[in-house]
T-cell receptor, first 113, second 111 residues
């Protein structure tokens, strides 16, 4: 079975721009979660989607948004980029039940200059 | 809000030494607990998980963890580490469809 895939793997943007990151879950997994990883803040939860519905959201500003498509693929968008948004953005998929283990992708490394 | 605390920021060991990493969480309800590992240049991988039942759980690569409900702890152990265990280790709690992670412990194993 193919793992979680994320595209692009690396991205460089300038302040004020917006960015869209993509995630394809493991086949059969219907839940997709997004996390931000930085050296200072560690791993922080952004949001989780199941069946195109957001079930939970972390404490991030409204500039961070996401969506899920009917095939379970997900995208996250960050508008009006700030320098502090530079991070590794991780996508994880799971079967869908509370407590199911999550399988992580390799991440998208976003650098904001 | 739930939180996860990992006791050690950086642990340095020699090969064949025993490893124990502490993890405490604060959440009053039913929790699902995980340890993930991130090897240099690789993505997060699941080491082991606790859902219910036997509080001593075994994972991959010889790791095990013990859930002590009264102490809100889920400590990770390995009796004898190898150089290849050099990595960052994260404890996590799953509630309400999200994982809350500890800050992580960097483990360096000297050959």
């Amino acid at each position: 079975k193919a793992g979680v895939t994320q595209t692009p793997r690396y991205l460089i943007k300038t302040r004020g721009q917006q960015v869209t990151l993509s995630c394809s879950p493991i086949s059969g997994h219907r839940s997709v979660s997004w996390y931000q990883q930085t050296p200072g803040q560690g791993l922080q939860f952004l949001f989780e989607y199941f069946s195109e519905t957001q079930r939970n959201k972390g404490n991030f500003p409204g500039r961070f948004s996401g969506r899920q498509f009917s095939n379970s693929r997900s995208e996250m968008n960050v508008s009006t980029l700030e320098l502090g948004d530079s991070a590794l953005y991780l996508c994880a998929s799971s079967l869908a039940q509370v407590g199911d283990e999550q399988y992580f992708g390799p991440g998208t490394r976003l650098t904001v200059t | 809000a739930q939180s996860v605390s990992q006791h050690n920021h950086h642990v340095i060991l020699s090969e064949a030494a025993s490893l124990e990493l502490g993890c405490n969480y604060s959440y009053g309800g039913t929790v699902n607990l995980f340890w993930y590992v991130q090897y240099p240049g690789q993505h997060l991988q699941l080491l082991l998980k606790y859902f219910s039942g036997d509080p001593l759980v075994k994972g991959i690569k010889g790791f095990e963890a013990e859930f002590i409900k009264s102490k809100f702890s889920f400590n990770l152990r390995k009796p004898s580490v190898q150089w290849s265990d050099t990595a960052e280790y994260f404890c996590a709690v799953n509630t309400d469809y999200k994982l809350s992670f500890g800050a992580g412990t960097t483990v360096t194993v000297r050959a």
